[in-house]
């Protein structure tokens, strides 16, 4: 099922990256896409009576390509940042894979079957108050009622939830950009190119394909790594390079990003895309021979949970960190201060 379904979206990220036979065959599914995505969004824009503000100011990290495009890491970057300004930062997010029919604090030891595993990774990283839950405004709302001193709410995704009044927008984008530029099913976009936020960050550094020249680049790096069976156990990414037997893998948006890093490092290895959110309730390495693998954050949060793969010692986790203009830091932190940013 998992081999399955990552040829599905292989076949899907190759075919949105250009407008060949199978974009062209969706386009008529796309323009109803299209339509109702418009109307949805219009009918709270035109209405702001179906809108909720909370009691915080709240800035939104989404993104308009379907799937991972890096809001993890850079959520991650939002609250040290912004903490490091003074703000006391909570973030609220959906929780893929979760029953996020209900609002559910998230902590550092939560399942992430019971939150998701991005939430946890957040919660891990950067030991913040955090909620899920489907109902974005019920969620911000349980934060601010579990933890008073919260004072700016971050949304990890959530572009598309209009209901959630927002001070910011951050759209984000990686080395893909716009893809072939068309809508869903036709194309990678849930919603039209030409959609703009207060902020446009570009993972993986300009230019990409249909983003603007002056969006701001974010870089994600990669130092240490870390022994998934025994964590106090690190050693600089680049001492992999050289080892004939090394393989890795990724359960993310989008896995070569995560390859492309490591080639950047200087390592060789095979690689393993797995399928986004992968469940690991099959060990997927049970086969390999692999002297080492190296796995990322998000798929870590998972593999601790299953009793083989966190006493593997071939794995290895590659913790990332966002860098990115501290120009833009500043520019965050005087809007939330309601000072211009021009």
């Known amino acids: 099922m998992a081999r399955r379904h990552s040829r599905l979206e292989n076949f899907l990220t190759r075919s949105w990256m250009q407008r060949g036979l199978f974009a062209h065959a969706m386009l008529p599914l796309s323009c109803l896409f299209h ?10 824009l035109d209405h702001p009576e179906k809108r909720q503000r909370l009691p915080v100011p709240v800035i939104v990290v989404g993104n308009i390509f379907v799937g991972g495009t890096g809001k993890t890491p850079l959520t991650i970057w939002l609250v040290h940042t912004l903490r ?22 998230v902590t550092t030891l939560s399942s992430p079957q019971d939150v998701g595993d991005e939430p946890l990774l957040i919660a891990q ?33 959530g572009l598309q939830h209009y209901r959630l009044v927002r001070d910011i927008e951050i759209v984000l984008f990686d080395q893909r950009g716009i893809g072939n530029g068309w809508l869903l099913p036709a194309g990678p976009l849930r919603e039209p190119a030409s959609r703009q ?24 790096r990669a ?92 794995i290895w986790v590659v913790p990332v960190t966002a860098q990115i203009d501290g120009a833009f830091a500043e520019r965050i932190v005087e809007k939330l201060r309601g000072h211009s940013i021009a």
């Open 84 to 105: 490091e300004a003074g703000f006391h930062p909570g973030v609220i997010s959906r929780g893929y894979g979760a029953d996020n029919s209900l609002v559910k604090n």
């Open 197 to 220: 936020g207060d902020f446009t960050v570009v993972n993986g550094g300009l230019p990409a394909p249909g983003v603007a020249a002056d969006a701001i680049a974010m870089h994600l």
């Open 35 to 44: 339509h109702l995505a418009n109307s949805r969004r219009r009918s709270y």
């Open 125 to 157: 990283r950067a030991q913040c108050p955090l909620v899920v839950g489907r109902d974005r405004v019920a969620a911000g709302l349980a934060l601010l009622a579990a933890h008073p001193q919260v004072d700016v709410i971050i949304s990890d995704d």
């Open 223 to 314: 130092d240490q790594v870390e022994q998934l069976s025994d964590p106090a156990q690190t050693r600089p990414l680049t001492s992999f390079a050289g080892i004939a037997s090394l393989l890795a893998a990724a359960g993310i948006g989008n896995p070569a990003r995560f390859f492309n890093m490591l080639r950047e490092a200087g390592l060789q290895f095979e690689t393993m895309a797995l399928p986004d959110h992968h469940d690991f309730a099959n060990n997927p390495f049970a086969d390999s021979t692999a002297e080492i693998i190296l796995i990322t954050e998000k798929d870590a949060v998972k593999c601790r949970q299953h009793e083989t793969l966190k006493n593997d010692p071939r």
